[in-house]
């Protein structure tokens, strides 16, 4: 095509997922008492991302758990958001991340512009400081990964061929580990936060999922980077997304989705703060996420957007809650030290 392709370090994959998506359109918050049920029944979670509303209390969670958790999953989260919610539940999915992005808008962009060229309805999406992922059904995998190929470039393989040959030999080689021990303290990599950011949300049509892309690529070439993306199935045919930014980047970014996406649902959340958290392993163990919940809810901190994926919790707070968040999880998470 004469285009210059992003060059990438990796693919992973978790295969046989079962995707849960609950919806409430207003009422209390109930994420903590998901992530608060779930971790009392021991499952682990290999991807969660969280959308709040405006003031109503209304939010969108959604979630991936093994195949053998799955129906205890789909009845803890209709327990946790009662009467009036939706729980949609997908099975045979498959969680593909591919690294590192770079927080570059056109490696989303290039990712959406493969799965419209497969012709592949993606079920969600989560960002976290190294990786993107993308969740895609059993059916539709191989071709994703193929494709992968020619949108980006990869060194270390030259082909899908040589990735599956080195994938097949991994997984005979490993075999997932579950934990279920508990910590006092959570022992992590790090905690980074970024401020002065804008969180955007926006409903998306399946079929401007490639404007979207487009868009996303257009925010690449002016510079835009985003910390923070996540995508939901919503309640009709159409993707809930929230993205953040840099605030210096307000005019640009709502320049670009007016051209490409004009009349689109889009509501600003701003100013916010962003929160990383890499290396608690919450889908090896149960609990992480609830710890973060239960934290931030006993210091009266709501989130507003949350994205976990590849052992990296990636949040967004209120601008005003930056210094209270920053406290309470430095408290509930151990960094190593650097001595030595």
Request: glycine share 8%; charged share 20%; hydrophobic share 40%.
């Amino acid at each position: 095509m004469g285009m210059r392709r992003f060059r990438l370090g990796g693919i992973k994959i978790l295969e046989g997922r079962s995707h849960l998506t609950s919806s409430r359109p207003a009422g209390e918050p109930v994420l903590p008492a998901i992530c608060s049920h779930l971790a009392a029944h021991q499952i682990n979670l290999a991807l969660l991302t969280h959308l709040a509303f405006d003031q109503d209390g209304g939010s969108i969670t959604s979630l991936c758990t093994e195949s053998a958790d799955t129906f205890s999953s789909y009845f803890l989260l209709k327990l946790s958001y009662g009467q009036g919610s939706v729980v949609k539940l997908e099975s045979a999915i498959n969680i593909l991340s591919i690294f590192p992005h770079d927080q570059r808008p056109a490696v989303t962009g290039t990712l959406l512009a493969l799965l419209i060229k497969e012709n592949v309805r993606p079920h969600g999406f989560a960002s976290s400081p190294s990786a993107l992922s993308v969740l895609v059904s059993g059916a539709d995998t191989r071709k994703v990964i193929d494709g992968l190929f020619d949108a980006f470039e990869f060194p270390s393989f030259q082909s899908p061929g040589e990735w599956y040959t080195a994938y097949e030999r991994r997984e005979r080689l490993l075999r997932e580990v579950e934990c279920s021990y508990q910590e006092k303290v959570i022992k992590v990599y790090n905690i980074a936060h970024q401020p002065n950011l804008e969180l955007w949300r926006l409903i998306l049509p399946w079929s401007r999922l490639g404007d979207f892309g487009t868009a996303l690529t257009a925010m690449d070439r002016m510079g835009i980077r985003i910390p923070f993306l996540v995508a939901q199935h919503g309640q009709e045919e159409n993707l809930s997304c929230g993205l953040a930014f840099a605030d210096t980047h307000r005019e640009q970014a709502r320049q670009i989705l007016a051209l490409y996406l004009p009349e689109l649902d889009l509501r600003r959340r701003h100013p916010v703060t962003a929160f990383f958290i890499t290396g608690p392993h919450f889908g090896d163990r149960h609990g992480i996420t609830n710890t973060m919940v239960q934290t931030l809810q006993n210091a009266a901190v709501s989130p507003l957007a949350m994205g976990c994926t590849v052992s990296s919790i990636s949040l967004i707070v209120r601008a005003d809650d930056q210094e209270t968040s920053r406290q309470v999880l430095a408290a509930s998470f151990q960094v190593p030290s650097d001595k030595g």
